[in-house]
């Protein structure tokens, strides 16, 4: 079942050893496993915008308020 929240700060990813990149502002499809989190979005005109990061950087963007669960399910989240 999918799980879903809302990116409303500065949230990036950086991928391989290239400049961090942000994710845009809004809703995200969230996977997460005992090490990282999944992240999609819609980046517009039909493409998907997909990454993985650390889950210790996730977790920190959920702390500081970056990065908010939906309300339903959200107890189950982490």
Do not use: H
């Not at 999918?2 to 050893?17: E, K, Q």
């Not at 915008?49 to 982490?78: H, L, S």
């Amino acid at each position: 079942m999918p799980t879903f929240a809302t990116i409303s700060g500065c949230v990036t990813f950086t991928p391989g050893d290239g400049a961090p990149i942000p994710i845009p502002p809004g809703r995200v499809e969230v996977g997460l496993e005992p090490d990282s989190a999944t992240l999609s979005w819609d980046a517009g005109d039909g493409v998907a915008g997909v990454t993985a990061i650390p889950r210790t950087q996730f977790d920190d963007y959920v702390k500081d308020g970056k990065i908010t669960w939906e309300a339903e399910g959200a107890a189950n989240k982490q």
